[in-house]
């Protein structure tokens, strides 16, 4: 992925029927990590708040679904006081994740309503809009329209709930979609990474085949209160505009102003598989419609099952945000968003939430891992050297690190641009292996019981890994912030949020640990955990 001078990351838009749950949460959680990531790259960080000028996350709520008016009416009460009620449950999740995003957008605000009446007008008024007859098929639960032929590969019903489609025939005004396809395919062609990963992308251009259709991007206004809802059409009251459309403009809602203008276009779009049609074809389209510049990448992840099996209300076995905040009270939230973002399906393959798992890895990668491998530092520099790191032998650290580890900092780049999170901190772990192995190979603490004849090796060999250790957590913090920053308090050596990635990531360089260093042992990060253990409750 290109490294653009400024960073703009995006969830989807989150509908308010409903609370959220994991899905929701990962899906943010994985703008987050990118965010973060790119916060660390650019050194660009405000002092103020510890964000990046130079990166924008966003993510926030659709609001305008039918489902909304049916969920109200449901609890008694309006539809904006049910949006108001859930929204905030999604700002609390994302706030409990540690999720730092730049703006919440709902789309009932003022500033995004205005900003999607404006996109339309100019969609008219170069005549891509135009009123029509719709007949067809429509999933309501959804708030979708098939053509006939994704309808028939479907059975007619809903691919995502299994709901029964419905059978429409109404009065619309369309999007000339079709005028798009000849450009939407060239610049498929020219940027094999705008769909990613690759079996998405070839998902998309499978159905290029079938032809692009124009779609509705209005619902008639009727006696029925749902259809009361929504944003109406510039000019006519008796339309409202497709929740669906209203939705997409977010993205450009936000930052179409004087003060974030030059964040467009974004960086990445993270979705969920469901909604890669809008975002892959439609949003482009409309995109090219308006003059505007296309995304980099519309990222589409899979979804989560637990325990082998599919999620649903009618089987209960969501994992909720109560589920999810058990985990994290019992193992820590950073342990919990470690799990989610290296075992998660961001490729495209489904996922397990298993509680198995969850101890395999925790205790792996963390207790035994990272948590181990610093107390074990910690602990003989304590020992050996009352908690001050020795003077050591430059050259012999650098052959070292040249030996072992140099390309765990370039592979952590090189895949974290490229979205590859799992692989990202798989590189940032192996630096830990790569400690673990040191002192399994040389063994100081057998040194150290000779530290007149091996006390300057056995300096090298803890300096060494110190260092090792703090590049490790540097590169593991976009993940767990909040156990990088206790460690990095521990060993006195917070890194200067004003200073690029690389910078803080050179070897044995200037901002690197140096000799009479204090590094206090600290409190365990990780306490190992018992595999024979039930599920938080």
Not at 155 to 176: R, W
Not at 259 to 271: L, S
Not at 515 to 523: E, M, S, V
């Amino acid at each position: 992925m290109p490294e653009p001078a400024q960073t703009y990351i995006t969830t989807p838009i989150y509908y308010v029927n409903d609370r959220p749950h994991i899905g929701h949460c990962y899906t943010t959680l994985l703008a987050d990590v990118t965010a973060r990531f790119y916060r660390l790259l650019g050194g660009q960080s405000d002092a103020g708040n510890g964000r990046s000028q130079d990166v924008f996350f966003l993510t926030g709520t659709d609001e305008h679904a039918d489902k909304v008016v049916t969920s109200a009416a449901a609890h008694n009460v309006t539809p904006i006081q049910w949006a108001d009620k859930n929204a905030e449950e999604f700002k609390k999740a994302f706030a409990f994740m540690n999720c730092s995003n730049d703006d919440f957008i709902r789309t009932t605000e003022d500033r995004h309503k205005s900003k999607v009446l404006e996109y339309i007008r100019a969609l008219q008024k170069k005549g891509d809009i135009y009123l029509g007859d719709y007949v067809g098929w429509f999933d309501e639960s959804q708030e979708e329209y098939l053509t006939e032929t994704a309808a028939k590969e479907a059975s007619f019903v809903s691919p995502v709930t299994g709901k029964p489609l419905v059978k429409k025939v109404e009065k619309n005004y369309f999007f000339k979609l079709s005028a798009y396809q000849a450009k939407l395919q060239a610049h498929f062609d020219a940027n094999p990474s705008f769909v990613l990963p690759e079996a998405r992308r070839n998902e998309v251009l499978g159905r290029f085949r079938e032809g692009l259709q124009d779609i509705p991007i209005s619902r008639a206004v009727t006696a029925d209160p749902t259809s009361q809802w929504g944003i109406k059409m510039p000019d006519d009251q008796s339309h409202r505009i497709y929740v669906w459309i209203d939705a997409l403009f977010n993205y450009l809602s936000v930052v179409d102003t004087p003060e974030r203008q030059n964040f467009w276009p974004p960086t990445v779009h993270y979705i969920a598989k469901d909604i890669l049609w809008f975002h892959a074809v439609i949003w482009p389209a409309l995109l090219m419609a308006l003059d505007r510049k296309l995304p980099a990448t519309v990222y589409s992840h899979a979804y989560w099952v637990r325990d082998g099996r599919k999620m649903s209300k009618s089987l209960g076995n969501f994992v909720t945000i109560e589920v999810l905040q058990a985990y994290a009270s019992k193992y820590s939230l950073d342990a919990l968003r470690w799990y989610l973002i290296t075992q998660g399906p961001q490729g495209a393959t489904d996922a397990d939430f298993s509680h198995a798992k969850f101890v395999e890895v925790y205790n792996a990668d963390l207790a035994n891992g990272i948590g181990n491998c610093a107390s074990r530092v910690s602990n003989m520099i304590e020992k050996y050297f009352e908690g001050k790191v020795p003077e050591y032998q430059s050259t012999w650290i650098d052959r070292r690190w040249e030996t072992t580890s140099a390309d765990a900092v370039p592979a952590y780049l090189t895949a974290a641009k490229e979205l590859d999170l799992s692989a990202a901190f798989e590189a940032a772990s192996s630096l830990i292996k790569d400690v673990d192995d040191l002192i399994s190979e040389t063994k100081p603490f057998t040194l150290a019981k000779d530290m007149a004849t091996n006390g300057q090796e056995v300096a090298n060999i803890l300096a060494c890994c110190a260092e090792s250790i703090r590049i490790a957590s540097i590169m593991l913090a976009p993940a767990m912030p909040q156990k990088m920053a206790e460690l990095w308090a521990a060993w006195n050596c917070t890194p200067d949020a004003s200073a690029p990635l690389a910078e803080l990531c050179a070897f044995n360089g200037p901002r690197g640990i140096k000799p009479g260093h204090r590094i206090a042992k600290g409190a365990a990060l990780f306490m190992r955990a018992d595999t024979a253990e039930a599920p938080p409750a």
